[in-house]
């Protein structure tokens, strides 16, 4: 069972990106989906979380910018965000709780993808 994301990259103040975080594998089931991101010098910071019935939670931070979804046909989670700020650039991390065929419940990470927000 492994995340991949993409859709990182860089992009003006003001602009707009979508990340995307994939799950593969011997899947039965997904739990909570989330995006973390770390910049550096900082410590990992969650930015959105989704539960299995699309409850979301996001940081302060990024309230009314960023919108976080999932679809659990395509075993996917998104993170719209919008207004992007320099602040917001570090690197972005997707995280879910996954129930596979040979493992029982597990938290697994995906690799991260690097946004850049110029001034």
């Known amino acids: 069972v492994q995340l991949q994301a993409f859709g990182g990259g860089l992009v003006q103040a003001g602009g707009s990106l979508r990340l995307s975080c994939v799950a593969f594998g011997s899947i039965v089931s997904i739990g909570d989906m989330a995006w973390y991101r770390q910049a550096p010098e900082k410590q990992r910071e969650l930015v959105s979380s989704?539960?299995?019935?699309?409850?979301?939670n996001y940081a302060d931070a990024v309230k009314g910018r960023f919108t976080i979804s999932r679809d659990n046909a395509k075993r996917t989670v998104y993170l719209q965000m919008n207004s992007l700020k320099p602040e917001d650039t570090a690197v972005y991390h997707c995280?879910?709780?996954?129930?596979?065929?040979?493992?029982?419940?597990?938290?697994?990470w995906g690799q991260g993808t690097q946004v850049t927000v110029s001034s």
């Open positions: 995280e879910a709780n996954i129930l596979s065929r040979t493992a029982g419940w597990r938290g697994t």
């Open positions: 989704i539960s299995s019935d699309s409850s979301t």
